[in-house]
């Protein structure tokens, strides 16, 4: 990347921002070999990595416990500790149901992986005591 820009710099020998602002392309930029090798890179992490089968199914299961959690807290706002019952309950006398909607996803959002798993087996695994 910097040698790629350095050349394009030198390339174009602009003597101010006026000269760099009417180029029409950037100046700081890959170099064809490298962005070539970076897309090559992009799509093998998207076909290994981020599509793999094990983050699919991880992914869907966070999916389903925060939107059970969102549901669940929405539904019975006495689930949720005081302090954000309150604050959505503040919210929804203000703004309706979308402010207490707000506040319920930004509790669900502020749980920590953790947290959030425990939280989900408190409210829908029976065999838990809690």
């Known amino acids: 990347m910097i040698e790629s820009s350095l050349?394009?710099?030198?390339?174009?020998s602009p003597r101010d921002i006026d000269a760099v602002r009417s180029l029409g392309e950037p100046l700081m930029g890959m170099s064809e070999a490298m962005r070539a090798r970076?897309?090559?890179?992009?799509?093998?992490?998207?076909?290994?990595?981020?599509?793999?089968?094990?983050?699919?199914?991880?992914?869907?299961?966070?999916?389903?416990?925060?939107?059970?959690?969102?549901s669940?807290?929405?539904?019975?706002?006495?689930?949720?500790?005081?302090?954000?019952?309150d604050m959505a309950l503040r919210a929804e006398q203000r703004d309706g149901i979308a402010g207490r909607?707000?506040?319920v996803a930004d509790y669900v959002a502020g749980m920590t992986d953790r947290y959030a798993i425990l939280e989900y087996r408190r409210l829908f695994d029976p065999a838990e005591r809690t």
């Open 7 to 12: 050349e394009r710099i030198r390339q174009a």
């Open 72 to 85: 669940a807290f929405m539904e019975e706002i006495k689930l949720m500790p005081a302090e954000h019952r």
């Open 101 to 103: 909607a707000r506040i």
């Open 38 to 70: 970076h897309l090559e890179l992009k799509q093998f992490l998207r076909e290994q990595v981020y599509r793999h089968q094990r983050v699919l199914r991880m992914t869907t299961k966070a999916k389903r416990v925060l939107s059970s959690l969102f």
